[in-house]
């Protein structure tokens, strides 16, 4: 099983409050404004179902993410394996390239030292003397290479092996993650699937031009296209609302959009302390 890390961990479900389809979460946007808007009131409890809906959706996509992150630490180590295998038979190429010169080097100082015996001068004798003795040079440079090369490819060889444990380990593992996602995201979507019916009976209660323009904020505002006013400041983007402006949007009796951030705006009473 993969390790959680307790309440944190990726395969715990966070419990939801579902409510009844008769009690929708609303904004108290009103407050004692009994004059707000009726579509506003509608964008604002159809807001409340989308941003539960991006939760769902987040929790989902934040499991997607972890295992999608393990899938290419797993095949990462996989391709190191594949790797170490070619350079383990590039290695092996190498020596096998290595004795074969080795094995003729060795003949052709047979061969010299064969002809020293027929030599009549002295100068062909030096001649072939120092071709054998840079030949045995040859044949100790290329036997400490072989030497190097078997080293490393044992060396090699003992990693590959370990990687492939863990490979092995891993490959459990992740079966078992991705096992766990798939199970977990079922049950992510059941809990989702109510509110996106609840969010399928708020939308037809709005009228499609007004519901056309609160989708499109929502797509561009981080998924709020509807945010009240305290004290003549949008609570979108933060920016002060011309007070004129701010005069019609206490009135309530329209919809009216941020100059700033373009989103639909809603007067919210400053709260007593505030």
Known sequence: MVQGGGEHGIFRLKERFLQDDNTIPYHDTNEGDSQ???????LTGLQEVDLEIAKFDAEIEAENKALTKR???FLERQGSI????????????????????????????????????QVQTNREYQSLLKEIEDGKKNIKEKEEEVVRIMEGSEADAKIK????????????????????????AGKIEGQKAKFVSKRDALAKEIKAPVLRKYDLLRTRRNGKAVVGVVNGVCQGCFMSIPPQQFNDIMKGDRILNCPTCQRILYHMPEKEGE
Do not use: H, P, T, Y
Not at 36 to 42: D, P, T
Not at 91 to 113: H, M, N, T, V
């Open 161 to 184: 092996a370990e990687q492939e444990s863990l490979v092995k380990q891993e490959e459990k593992e992740l079966a078992e993650q991705s096992s766990e996602v798939k199970k977990l």
């Open 82 to 117: 594949g790797e170490l295998q070619e350079k383990i038979e590039a290695a092996e190429g190498k020596r096998r390239e290595l004795e074969a010169e080795l094995a003729d080097e060795l003949s052709r100082i047979k061969e010299r030292q064969s002809k020293m015996m």
């Open 36 to 42: 707000l808007n009726e579509e506003i009131m509608q």
């Open 71 to 73: 899938e290419k630490a």
